[in-house]
């Protein structure tokens, strides 16, 4: 069955780094575009970032782009989300999602959370 | 960006009555080369990730109850639960995918029981 497990998440002081892993597995992960999407505390959904399932493309959210990088290696079926300049407004639950074989921005299944405070 | 409106923020319905949710587009998510609506719905339950209900405004995905029904085309969209169950109380979102640069979700809409 289709697993993703996110790890990484933590507490980090604001304008330092972190990165977040999803290792992916149940399904042929180099076929499939993945996003990561975050929640605030008691917030809604706000999507992230989108890379291509050969690592072609990238698209990010207007709040995290220049700080923000997502890559993947395939190889490893691992995907992940390169956190720098973190702001307290990073503050969030991020979930890694894959998307949807034929229309890769339908987001069908979704990991636990990796949880990411950023406060001094 | 599509700006992605629910209504209304929350909800309380009795056990198998019918719930509403709606959800609002800043433009029309009909794509005219393939007559598809570039909508999802999904349901998070409390201290749980989001799940894919409904994809292309009225597909549900396998394995999910056909209580639930989505309807609507171009800007204005809707997500029927028709008759509650206690197991559906949960936070649903839309969520727009016509522009691949960047998706948008709804703020949310919280259902409980009445």
């Known amino acids: 069955q289709v697993q993703l497990v996110e790890s990484g998440g933590g507490v980090v002081q604001p304008g330092r780094s972190l990165r977040l892993s999803c290792a992916a597995s149940g399904f042929i992960f180099g076929s499939y575009g993945m996003h990561w999407v975050r929640q605030a505390p008691d917030k809604g959904l706000e999507w992230v970032a989108v890379i291509w399932f050969d690592g072609s493309k990238t698209y990010y959210a207007d709040s995290v782009r220049g700080r923000f990088i997502i890559s993947r290696d395939n190889s490893q079926n691992t995907l992940s989300l390169q956190m720098d300049s973190l702001r307290a407004e990073d503050t969030a639950v991020y979930y890694c999602?894959?998307?949807?074989?034929?229309?890769?921005?339908?987001?069908?299944?979704w990991g636990q959370g990796a949880p990411v405070t950023v406060s001094s | 960006d599509i700006v992605m409106t629910q209504s209304p923020d929350s909800l309380a319905v009795s056990l198998g009555e019918r719930a509403t949710i709606n959800c609002k587009s800043s433009q029309s998510l009909l794509y005219s080369s393939n007559n598809k609506n570039y909508l999802a719905w999904y349901q998070q339950k409390p201290g749980q990730p989001p799940k894919l209900l409904i994809s292309w405004a009225s597909t549900r995905d396998p394995g999910v109850p056909d209580r639930f029904s989505g309807s609507g085309s171009g800007t204005d969209f809707t997500l029927t639960i028709s008759s509650l169950q206690p197991e559906d109380v949960a936070v649903y979102y839309c969520q727009q995918y016509y522009t691949t640069l960047s998706i948008t979700f709804g703020q949310g809409t919280r259902l409980e029981i009445k």
């Open positions: 999602a894959r998307g949807e074989y034929n229309y890769g921005y339908i987001l069908d299944y």
